[in-house]
């Protein structure tokens, strides 16, 4: 299974970005909670938000009011929604899924919370 990220870019302060997170490429049984994470340079990876299936979300202090995560269950699919960026937000961001799915090919089912998108770029800068 793969977590697909995209909608990164540049932008200026008090700019807006919307990230997307597709997971795909095997049989999804079911997504518990997905959410996005971010890294700055020189810094360790921090949590930004996070959704469950049925719709409660947890947010960093750093970002509640700015951003807001929804999820999309028939697509298997969670975004972020940015608003007011700030330089302090330019990180790599990533998704992370905590789900269970069944490979296509061996049968075998698959459970845990650790798959992880490749990150997409924000960087917010004037």
């Known amino acids: 299974v793969q977590l697909q990220a995209s909608g990164g870019g540049l932008v200026q302060p008090g700019g807006s970005l919307r990230l997307s997170c597709a997971v795909s490429?095997?049989?999804?049984?079911?997504?518990?909670?997905m959410g996005w994470y971010r890294q700055a340079p020189g810094k360790q990876r921090e949590l930004v938000a996070t959704?469950?299936?049925?719709?409660?979300?947890n947010y960093a202090d750093s970002v509640k009011g700015r951003f807001t995560i929804s999820g999309d269950n028939a697509k298997n699919t969670v975004y972020l929604q940015m608003n007011s960026l700030k330089p302090e937000d330019t990180a790599v961001y990533y998704c992370?899924?905590?789900?269970?799915?069944?490979?296509?090919?061996?049968?075998?089912?698959?459970?845990?919370?650790?798959?992880w998108g490749k990150g997409t770029l924000v960087t917010v800068s004037s």
């Open positions: 992370n899924a905590d789900l269970v799915w069944k490979d296509r090919v061996t049968d075998t089912v698959e459970a845990g919370k650790d798959y």
């Open positions: 490429g095997g049989i999804i049984i079911n997504i518990y909670a």
């Open positions: 959704v469950t299936r049925g719709g409660s979300t």
